[in-house]
């Protein structure tokens, strides 16, 4: 199963189960947290990930937290106020990229940045959440 840490690696965490899915998320936040045109997040059941350390929570918008490690600064996962069954996990943080699926959705696509082109990669294609 997937396992996973910050950058300093303070922060690590396990899983029980599979990732369900991959989704490259371009708001505006995920941009500006990624330092990125997108952030990808895997997402598994909540119940599934252990924290070793807990990261910090944050409110980042009226419908989600997300977490952090208070050392490095690393961003960790987001829950959706909409899906709290559902944590989406960076997928930069998990350690074998091999255990991390294919992408199955690009959301918030009317917040995607102009110089970024969208692969040609057959996944969902969302202007606002997908639900």
């Known amino acids: 199963m997937p396992s996973g840490s910050c950058a300093c690696h303070y922060i690590r965490y396990t899983t029980t189960s599979t990732p369900t899915r991959l989704v490259n998320c371009h708001c505006t936040t995920c941009r500006k947290q990624a ?3 997108y952030q990808a997040f895997v997402h598994f059941p909540i119940e599934a990930i252990k924290w070793e350390v807990e990261p910090t929570t944050w409110r980042s918008s009226d419908t ?17 106020d909409a899906e709290p069954q559902q ?21 918030f696509l009317e ?5 970024y082109g ?5 996944t969902g294609r969302w202007q606002a959440w997908s639900q």
């Open 118 to 122: 969208l692969p040609a990669d057959g």
């Open 64 to 80: 989600a937290s997300r977490t952090f490690c208070p050392k490095c600064g690393s961003t960790m996962s987001m829950v959706l």
């Open 87 to 107: 944590i989406g996990i960076v997928a930069g943080t998990v350690d074998d990229a091999s255990q991390i699926p294919e992408p199955s959705d690009h959301i």
């Open 111 to 115: 917040e995607k940045v102009p110089w």
């Open 35 to 37: 330092g990125a045109p």
